[in-house]
């Protein structure tokens, strides 16, 4: 399905008739990759994700160093691609972490979600951690790790999505040459490179960011700002924000330019709806979110019990750990949401 072509609200997520199905096997659609593939405007080639679905919790929330084991297992279990910079790993294990990455662009698997290397636009450029990076993500938003007054650390206020762009960077040229040294920093043969951008101006920043060279665009209808208790700030209504950036996407005249969103999930349905309406890939973050908040934070009390041999204490059985409840409701939503499309056949 294309942007141009893509079905009117009235005929979203509808299967197609029987009558249309009777010569095919019933098997024959499982066939189909599920995932999605990203193109590069300069190599002509795409980086291929095995689901549509990324996570940027890494990024948003004010500490994710004890998420961030968990958002490993959810790039190569549940196949879903994460926003992760080196930085939050801190002094301690940072190397580690590098070490573990390196190369990472040439040896992953088909099977597991992209590390993508958020870049600030108010930040140096570390050229040196996008030596094997395979996509980069540009954030027009100001990253706060740097900063003269530092955000604190128990959460984020919603200024902080105010859309930031420095004033050396606001001619398309000089955005552009950006760009290519990003493209040029990794030794992958194909380097995909997008945008972030705050759901204000829509239409007009995607324009921007397209003009600039950019592979994708990731627009935030909703951000993320903690965990416990859970936080998020809904920015645009997301049937807005998709119908402005698809129009900007149009008016273009670049075809291969693919929408990301971070809009609210609430149910597999939301998800399915926005494959509808030509969105390429979605943040799962407000569900994830929604999961680890309903999860029990500690034990039940012991019970006791009395029979024929005496009185005895039974302990009851542990909560579960809040991050390892998150993976499982994650990849619940993995199966279930690929059951759904190939019933609509999106």
């Known amino acids: 399905m294309t942007k141009k072509n893509k079905p009117q609200g009235n005929t979203l997520n509808r299967a197609r008739p029987l009558a249309e199905r009777i010569d095919e096997s019933p098997g024959l659609w499982a066939l189909r990759e599920l995932g999605c593939k990203l193109p590069c ?18 990024l948003d929330i ?25 930085i939050l790993a801190g002094d301690q294990g940072s190397s580690e972490r590098s070490s573990l990455r390196l190369g990472s662009g040439a040896n992953r698997s ?20 996008l030596m094997h990076a395979e996509q980069i993500e540009l954030q027009f938003i100001p990253s706060g790790l740097h900063a003269k ?23 398309v040229e000089k955005m552009s040459k950006r760009i290519e040294l990003l493209r040029n920093s990794s030794d992958q043969s194909t380097v995909i490179v997008g945008g972030t951008i705050p759901a204000g101006s829509v239409y007009d920043d995607v324009r921007f960011l397209i ?21 998020s700030w809904t920015l645009q209504p997301i049937d807005y924000v998709i119908e402005q950036a698809l129009g900007a996407i149009d008016k273009s005249g670049v075809s291969e330019i693919a929408l990301l969103v971070c809009s609210p999930i609430k149910t597999l349905e939301d998800a399915i709806r926005l494959l509808s309406l030509g969105v390429d890939a979605f943040s799962i973050d407000s569900w994830l979110i929604e999961q680890q908040s309903a ?4 034990s039940q009390s012991s019970e006791d019990l009395g029979s024929f041999m005496g009185t005895y204490t039974r302990q009851a059985a542990p909560a579960p750990a809040p991050m390892e409840g998150m993976l499982a409701a994650a990849q619940t939503f993995v199966q279930e949401f690929n059951a759904l499309r190939r019933l609509y056949e999106i």
Do not use: M
Request: proline share 15%; aromatic share 6%.
């Open 62 to 86: 004010p500490d994710p160093t004890p998420l961030l084991p968990t958002l490993d297992k959810l790039r190569r279990i549940c196949g879903i691609s994460i926003l992760e910079p080196e």
């Open 110 to 129: 088909l099977d597991d979600g992209v590390s993508i290397h958020p870049i600030f636009v108010d930040e140096p450029i570390p050229l040196g951690d």
């Open 295 to 298: 999860l029990p934070t500690s």
């Open 41 to 58: 405007r300069i190599s002509k080639q795409s980086i291929h994700w095995p689901c549509p679905i990324f996570s940027r919790l890494a």
């Open 211 to 231: 003009d600039c060279g950019v592979d994708y665009v990731n627009v935030l209808a909703q951000v993320v700002a903690g965990l416990r208790p859970p936080k």
């Open 149 to 171: 007054q530092p955000l604190p650390t128990t959460s984020y206020q919603p200024d902080r999505w105010i859309a930031t762009l420095p004033s050396d960077l606001t001619d």
